[in-house]
Structure formats: C-alpha cells, structure tokens
C-alpha cells in the first residue's frame, strides 16, 4: 500500500459527461501529480500541484482540470467527455518536488 | 522529444537467474533524478529504486539494482534471482532537478519470468 488513496477504483460513464476523480496524498507529501496512461500514449503527465498550487502542466486538455484543497487532496476534474479519453488516470505524490512519487492504485475511467 | 527510451517492448528471463532491463535517458540539465516502477497486471505502479545524477554508487534495493552510466546516460535495472511475481510492466522515469518538471515515463518493458 502506497499510502496514496483514488476514488472510485472504476468508473463508466457516458460520452458528454462530467466526473470527478479524488486523490488523497500519502500524510505528509505536499506535491501531488496526476497522469493519464493510456495503451497507445503511455504515462502522460497531466498536472502537479505543490501544497495547493499549480506547479506545472503537461498536456492536459482544456476539458480537464484540478485543484488541490487546503487539506492537500486533490481532485481532476474532466467534462465533455469523449471515447479516448477512456484510460487509468494515476495521482501521485511526493514529500517534495525532488523526491520519489508514490502513485495510487489508479481510477480506471471507460466512457461509452 | 522523447527523453526516457525504453528498447525492449517485452523480455523473457527464467525464473531464478538475473534480468537486465535497459532504459537511456536524454537531458541537458546537470541535476536529475532516474526511477524505474513496476506495473503488475492489477494496474498499481509501484516506485522500485532511486538513482541522482550526482550520486557516486549504483543504487541498490534488495533484488533491484540500477546500473547507472552517467557518460552513456544510461540507467538500466538489473532483476537478481528472478521470481515469478516479477512478471509486470517495469518503467524508466526521470526528473529534471531544475525548473518545475515532472516525472517524465518510457513507454515501458513488460517481462515474463518462465518457471
């Protein structure tokens, strides 16, 4: 057990639709990440937040966003969603920006 | 630019002997750190080992160990006495210590330990 707790394990949903995923970091870790893997794209990195702010983006969509709370969980949120955004979508966390990150099990989304 | 490479899609080892896994890496930026992670088929990434751009020996974590070549930029793992619940996806990732960078992820090497 990483530590790191996602909510929910599995969610399907329809095209056009708007879900929430929730990401408790591990206690203590104030840098959280949030990564899409898909089969055809591999781990894509989308966001990461540092004690409750943006710190970098990577090709996260325009549909999707985050935040992290005062309390540090963080939550992605993806709207308008379509086929290919059907993928594991990690959240992951560090003590510090330059440490090793410890992911959660993962939510596996499937849009139909 | 890719900067993580991962060469072998899929990798056979059989159970008890040693297994390398090669990863190479690309940066510009004198300060990094390398991972390798494992992915069983239950979906879970789980970190294995730590190696810094400056640290002077090969990082070693019970079974796992990372031969680290600075001047090849390369950072294979290295799988001792192979066991069957060694069988998952195993990835490369690296950071960039300057700037706001992310764990940055090969595409990955699945192996499959035979008994």
């Known amino acids: 057990d990483s530590g790191v707790t996602q909510t929910p394990k599995h969610l399907i949903t329809a095209t056009g639709q708007r879900v929430t995923l929730r990401c408790s970091p591990r206690s203590g870790d104030l840098s959280v990440y949030w990564y899409q893997q898909s089969l055809d794209q591999g781990l894509q990195f989308l966001i990461q937040y540092y004690n409750g702010e943006e710190r970098a983006k990577g090709n996260i969509l325009e549909r999707f966003s985050a935040q992290q709370f005062p309390d540090l969980h963080s939550e992605l949120n993806l709207s308008s969603l379509e086929l290919g955004d059907s993928a594991l979508y990690f959240c992951?966390?560090?003590?510090?920006?330059?440490?090793?990150?410890?992911f959660g099990q993962g939510t596996r989304l499937t849009v139909v | 630019a890719q900067k993580i490479t991962q060469t072998q899609p899929g990798m056979f080892v059989q159970e008890k002997e040693a297994v390398t896994l090669d990863c190479t890496y690309d940066t510009s930026d004198p300060s990094y750190g390398l991972f390798w992670y494992k992915q069983p088929s239950s979906g879970e990434m789980i970190f294995l080992i730590y190696?810094?751009?400056?640290?002077?020996q090969n990082a070693t974590e019970g079974r796992y160990s990372l031969n680290f070549q600075k001047a090849r930029k390369s950072a294979n793992l290295v799988i001792s006495a192979s066991q069957l619940g060694d069988s998952a996806m195993y990835f490369c990732?690296?950071?960039?210590?300057?700037?706001?960078?992310?764990?940055?992820f090969g595409k990955g090497t699945r192996l499959s330990v035979i008994a």
């Open positions: 190696q810094g751009s400056y640290d002077q």
């Open positions: 992951a966390s560090s003590v510090v920006e330059r440490t090793e990150a410890f």
């Open positions: 990732a690296m950071r960039e210590d300057s700037g706001n960078t992310p764990l940055v």
